[in-house]
Nanobody, 126 residues
Framework: QVQLVESGGGLVQAGDSLRLSCAAS????????MGWFRQAPGKERGFIAY???????YYKDFVKGRFTISRDNAKNMVYLQMNSLKPEDTAVYYC????????????????????WGQGTQVTVVS
């Protein structure tokens, strides 16, 4: 069973930056597809970004140019660097893993991921 633990959330002002981290267990982390999602109050959880095992990345339009997903396979870590934060970025942020990197999956969908972290709160005030 792969466990994911997010950290790095907090309360920041608009325009600030945060880096979220997600620590993953498992001996084959380098083969996982890792995703970041978020859920704002009263809204459904939505896709932010993913990174494939070959480091190909994909972002939702509203975070392009502001957020960067990256991974460190030696440390079993995935990161989400968030710059120019806005109040509308306030949400609980989740990392997720799909242990198989395959063209069969739609990694923009929550359904593609089999393992989830507990989430970390990000609050952006103006």
């Amino acid at each position: 069973q792969v466990q994911l633990v997010e950290s790095g959330g907090g309360l920041v002002q608009a325009g600030d930056s945060l880096r979220l981290s997600c620590a993953a267990s498992g001996r084959t982390f380098s083969t996982y597809v890792m995703g970041w999602f978020r859920q704002a109050p009263g809204k459904e959880r939505g896709f932010i970004a993913y990174i494939r095992s070959n480091n190909i990345t994909y972002y939702k339009d509203f975070v392009k140019g502001r957020f960067t997903i990256s991974r460190d396979n030696a440390k079993n870590m995935v990161y989400l660097q968030m710059n120019s934060l806005k109040p509308e970025d306030t949400a609980v942020y989740y990392c997720a893993a799909q242990l198989i990197d395959s063209e069969h999956y739609n990694y923009l969908s929550q359904l593609a991921y089999t393992n989830w972290g507990q989430g970390t709160q990000v609050t952006v005030v103006s």
